[in-house]
């Protein structure tokens, strides 16, 4: 399964009630796509090999949002202000990592 349906999936699963679980989904699906690409990292890759894994979470949250605004779905406007890129390239020490792969 790629990753986007992960995501699409367990969005689509939860059920929400509250803020608080929406913020739960957020934290949730970023931990998904930590735990898509952490594992692909390697001691001997290269940053342009780093960076490449990255653009492919990157492009896959995307995706995965697209399927949610086909479906309409009720908070898509909401989500769409937290992509995984944001969080992601909010810790200086990744995207110090992530730009030198560039």
């Given at each position: 399964m ?14 929400l ?18 735990d898509?690409?952490?594992?692909k990292l390697?001691?001997n890759?290269t940053y342009?090999?780093?960076k490449?894994?990255?653009d492919k979470?990157?492009?896959?949250w995307?995706s ?10 009720y908070?898509?406007?909401?989500l769409?202000?937290y992509?995984?890129?944001k969080e992601?390239?909010?810790n ?10 560039k």
């Amino acid at each position: 399964m790629f990753l986007d349906d992960q995501l699409y999936i367990w969005t689509k699963s939860k059920v929400l009630e509250h803020p608080k679980d929406f913020q739960s989904l957020v934290n949730e699906l970023y931990r998904i796509c930590e735990d898509w690409y952490k594992p692909k990292l390697e001691v001997n890759m290269t940053y342009k090999e780093g960076k490449i894994l990255i653009d492919k979470v990157f492009w896959f949250w995307n995706s995965f949002i697209k399927k949610l605004e086909k479906d309409n779905w009720y908070l898509i406007d909401i989500l769409k202000k937290y992509p995984y890129e944001k969080e992601f390239m909010s810790n200086p020490n990744l995207k110090e990592i992530y730009d030198k792969g560039k």
